[in-house]
């Protein structure tokens, strides 16, 4: 089930090899040619789509190849309670406003969110944008700290909860169309890397936006987690279209005149993560390729009985002396996280 070398891809009869694409494409990450197929006919998020999974042997990005993403895939995700990942944000959206101190409610609740309570933790008066802020309660967070913040989004209806709910410091627009004078203290964009098109260019966007010695934080799934020879360990694709390692951000970085820190976890552990399960639950699926997560129809492709049983496993796991101790346990197990925390700046 997974490949790669040149001599495995050969060898499997359900490889069918594309040579076009083998000369013609281009990491979307680095530009090295040194591209591979390592999957065909990866299931996409929606039953019945498919696709090819790419590999950069440079930069050790994996990737689809997409012309153009359609975004309705997001109102199908956002609107379904029962679809896992993304329903709870709507959940931040109502609750973070009675938090006495929000970024580290919600840094608690996400590890996406640690390295930038981490990062303000002794700054006052920053000038900050957030670049995919969805419903802005991270924002908000920054907000209700002193930061003079501005949120952008490409979602209408978000933005348009977000303004309702927190107020008006926020934009509809993509990051590269966005026209301003002001320069940044700090750029941050939480999970949202993985789902562009043009990762690459994303961050040429963030540095040109960045003051002299400014930062931009990215959160992304951490492909040094998995093992090296494991395929596509991250959300189906359309809806995730890169997954990426460290090796794939040092990449970037240095084509842009940018240095890269990455966050250490070490110490985090979050009220939703036991890293323990996580790592066990990692290793059990290591081999296994997913099924899509919606059907035609646009239905969740899973049973009550199942959401129902994972529902009472996270209790049991997310208990918090258990949550500690495994943690602690996990700490002999893997050194990595399985969220990425990275920190760009200008190199001196
Ligand atoms: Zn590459």
Redesign the pocket.
């Known amino acids: 089930m997974i490949y790669r070398s040149m001599t495995n891809l050969h060898h499997e009869p359900n490889m069918t090899m594309n040579k076009e694409a083998e000369v013609f494409m281009k ?1 979307l ?4 040619r040194n ?1 591979l197929k390592v999957y065909s006919h990866f299931p996409g998020y929606i039953e019945g789509t498919d696709f090819e999974i790419y590999e ?1 042997e ?4 994996q990737f689809v190849s997409i012309e153009h993403l359609d975004y309705s895939i997001y109102d199908i995700i956002y609107s379904d309670e029962t679809i896992p990942g993304y329903y709870r944000y709507i959940d931040y959206l109502k609750e973070i406003k009675h938090k006495k101190n929000p970024l580290r409610y919600i840094s608690r609740e996400e590890s996406s969110y640690y390295p930038i309570d981490n990062y303000l933790a002794d700054k006052r008066n920053l000038d900050v944008l957030e670049v995919g802020c969805g419903y802005g309660y991270l924002t908000y967070s920054i907000h209700a700290l002193g930061h003079n913040v501005v949120g952008i989004d490409i979602s209408e209806k978000a933005i348009f909860s977000a303004k309702k709910h927190f107020g008006d410091y926020f934009q509809v627009v993509e990051l590269k169309d966005y026209k301003t004078d002001r320069k940044y203290d700090l750029i941050i964009a939480t999970e949202l890397i993985e789902h562009l098109a043009n990762p690459s260019g994303f961050i040429s966007d963030c540095a040109n936006l960045l003051k002299v010695d400014g930062k931009i934080i990215l959160t992304t799934r951490n492909k040094d987690y998995y093992d090296r020879k494991s395929v596509w360990k991250t959300d189906l694709p359309p809806v995730h279209t890169v997954w990426l390692s460290k090796n ?1 951000f040092m ?1 970037m970085a240095d084509g842009k005149g940018l240095k890269c820190k990455f966050v250490d976890y070490t110490d985090y552990v979050g009220k939703k993560e036991n890293k323990l399960a996580s790592y066990l639950y990692m290793k059990w699926t290591s081999n296994k390729i997913p099924k899509p997560i919606v059907d035609k129809e646009n239905k969740v492709n899973r049973g009550k009985s199942e959401i129902y049983l994972r529902k009472v496993i996270k209790t049991v796991i997310y208990f918090a002396p258990i949550r500690y101790l495994c943690s602690y346990i996990n700490r002999f197990l893997t050194k990595e996280h399985d969220t990425l925390g990275v920190i760009l700046s200008r190199k001196e």
Request: hydrophobic letters at 25%; one cysteine or more; proline letters at 0%.
């Open positions: 990491c990450i680095c530009e090295s591209v950069c440079k930069c050790d990005a794939s990449h």
